[in-house]
């Protein structure tokens, strides 16, 4: 098992994410909210939860991905891999798994660049479009990363907006 959560604020993007939208991340850290519709109806969901639920996701994007267990789920221990080179170490804290809702998210662990944690949840409306919001607070977790300043952020942005294409994808090819 790798050691223990690098943040004091474990599951805070459960309220924010499943709860009322901006009710608010802890201060202190950067913050990340993006919102993309990625397809629409049932199967465009099941698809995407799916393969969100599997790490497929993660593995198109394209990062490398170990996990403890072959689905999400809470306490599962999955290891991030960036350009074969930065381990980033994770612990799932939560999931939901509803009719029109799925997703997880995952508090960083001992070893990990940053401090933290990143959700990922999908939703079905009523008119059946289908969402991925990219909910996250982070904050520096050793030199390279402070060194790296702005950077961070932006690289967020842009890993967010990568989910939203390969789900997006995914969701187009379940029609």
């Not at 397809?39 to 698809?47: D, L, Q």
């Not at 080179?85 to 809702?101: F, N, Q, S």
């Not at 990568?162 to 090819?173: E, F, K, N, P, W």
């Amino acid at each position: 098992m790798t050691g223990g959560f690098t943040y004091s604020e474990v599951g805070a993007t459960l309220d924010e994410t499943v709860g009322p939208l901006g009710g608010g991340l802890p201060p202190g850290y950067s913050q990340l909210r993006h919102r993309v519709r990625i397809g629409h109806g049932e199967a465009a969901f099941r698809a995407a939860a799916d393969a969100l639920a599997t790490f497929r996701m993660h593995r198109r994007l394209p990062v490398g991905v170990t996990a403890s267990a072959p689905r999400a789920e809470t306490g599962a221990e999955v290891t991030v891999t960036l350009a074969g080179v930065v381990r980033a170490p994770c612990r799932i804290v939560w999931v939901v798994d509803e009719p029109d809702r799925y997703g997880w998210a995952y508090g960083t662990l001992t070893g990990h660049p940053e401090c933290g944690e990143e959700a990922f949840l999908l939703t079905r409306d009523g008119g059946g479009d289908v969402r991925l919001d990219v909910v996250a607070f982070s904050r520096p977790g050793g030199r390279a990363t402070r060194a790296l300043g702005r950077l961070v952020p932006i690289a967020q942005r842009l890993y967010a907006r990568r989910c939203g294409m390969v789900l997006r994808g995914i969701a187009r090819s379940a029609r």
